[in-house]
């Protein structure tokens, strides 16, 4: 079921677990602003998950409550995240879902990442 984006963190929904180590992830980044793991359902040959280690909801939220610094290191991650996997000559993808109509699942921000194959029209038409 999507999530409601206003609701307040809950420090107990999954990806907090993944941070705090308490659940494993088949980890492809990490540095003091983000960590990336592999999406346990792929979408793509390539399908990969960027989080901030900070507790936010969405990207409303992080948009909204996050410091210059935490911002600017979230970027830069998902960005350092993308040529570290060797997908910036291919092309990739980036998505966040936001609250139901994004269909957001996960109540901790995360930014998608597929590349790997064409992956066609953003929007199924
Ligand atoms: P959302 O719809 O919230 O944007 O996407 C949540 C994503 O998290 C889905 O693609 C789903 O497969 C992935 N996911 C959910 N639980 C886990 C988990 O425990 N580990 C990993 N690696 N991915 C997960």
Redesign the pocket.
């Known amino acids: 079921m999507p999530i409601d984006p206003r609701e307040p963190y809950d420090p107990n929904n ?1 990806f907090a677990r ?1 941070l705090r180590g308490e ?1 494993p ?1 088949q980890q492809v980044y990490a540095d003091d602003w983000a960590l990336a ?5 792929p979408q793509a040959p390539v399908h990969v ?1 960027v989080i901030p280690r900070g507790a936010y909801v969405s990207w409303d939220d992080f948009s909204a409550r996050a410091s210059a610094e935490e911002i600017t290191g979230f970027v830069r991650a998902v960005g350092a995240v993308a040529r570290q996997l060797g997908l910036v000559a291919p092309g990739y993808r980036l998505l966040a ?1 936001v609250g139901f109509n994004g ?4 109540p901790h921000l ?1 930014v ?1 990442l597929f590349g790997g194959q064409p992956l066609g029209p953003m929007l199924a038409r």
């Open positions: 999954i993944i659940i992830c793991f592999h999406d346990i359902n998950l879902n269909h957001q699942e996960v995360h998608h």
